[in-house]
């Protein structure tokens, strides 16, 4: 069973609008962690956020905010008035205790496509 | 601070060749070391993982193998490389296990 889902294949916006992407994990464990990456055209992947499973308050970095629901099982990502170099890939992970947090698992990403 | 080079950023090999990547980690000690790889589709599959020197722990069988001679030093192998080895290759890192793992420029390789 995939333990991380992006719906989202891919989004195209144009610059300034607000873009929301989702991402729902599954996992039996209590305890364990939420990433979000950021991967552009380089291929290098570019560490976004780590959030703790027992924390779900929404956290917010400048034009970047994420809202999570374990009720949901859902750690949405929204980027606030869009520019073209957020244009990327964006991917969804999680690390279970279960697995000693040995290994990420990864969603299979959302393109977003900004366009000017 | 810490970096993570990966070499060598391109490689185009032909079918039956041997592979071998190298991954360096500056700036840590003891780090957490990975290979992932991503092949067409965007996907990221978890090929190895590292806690120690000369401990390595397979996710996936297949015909790639991997070795920590050194602290900060990852090498992922094969001896005979197959068309669907063809990929981009990602080492990263971690201070411990579920932290961040910071990655490097990857290794686009092309298998002929």
């Known amino acids: 069973a995939q333990k991380v889902t992006q719906a989202q294949t891919e989004i195209s916006v144009v610059e300034k609008e607000d873009v929301t992407l989702d991402c729902v994990y599954e996992?039996?464990?209590?305890?364990?962690?939420l990433f979000w990456y950021k991967q552009p055209p380089s291929g290098e992947l570019v560490f976004l956020i780590r959030?703790?499973?027992?924390?779900?308050q929404n956290e917010i970095s400048g034009r970047y905010s994420w809202n999570f629901q374990k009720s949901t099982s859902s750690f949405n990502f929204t980027i606030t008035a869009s520019q073209v170099v957020d244009s990327a890939v964006y991917f969804c992970a999680l690390s279970e205790a279960g697995s000693g947090y040995s290994t990420l698992t990864f969603g299979k990403g959302t393109m977003l496509l900004v366009s000017p | 601070s810490q970096t993570i080079h990966q070499w060598p950023a391109t490689l185009v090999q032909p079918v039956g060749s041997p592979l071998s990547l190298e991954c360096t980690v500056e700036?840590?000690?003891?780090?957490?070391l990975y290979w992932y790889r991503q092949a067409a589709g965007r996907g990221l599959q978890l090929l190895f993982y590292s806690v120690g020197i000369g401990q390595i722990s397979s996710e996936v069988p297949q015909n790639l193998s991997a070795s920590r001679p050194q602290d900060r030093q990852f090498i992922l192998s094969s001896k005979k490389l197959l068309l669907s080895d063809s990929g981009f290759y990602l080492c990263?890192?971690?201070?411990?296990?579920?932290?961040?793992?910071?990655f490097g420029p990857g290794t686009r390789l092309t298998v002929l």
């Open positions: 990263a890192w971690s201070e411990q296990p579920g932290d961040e793992q910071f």
């Open positions: 996992t039996r464990d209590t305890t364990y962690y």
């Open positions: 959030r703790n499973s027992f924390d779900e």
């Open positions: 700036g840590t000690s003891n780090p957490n």
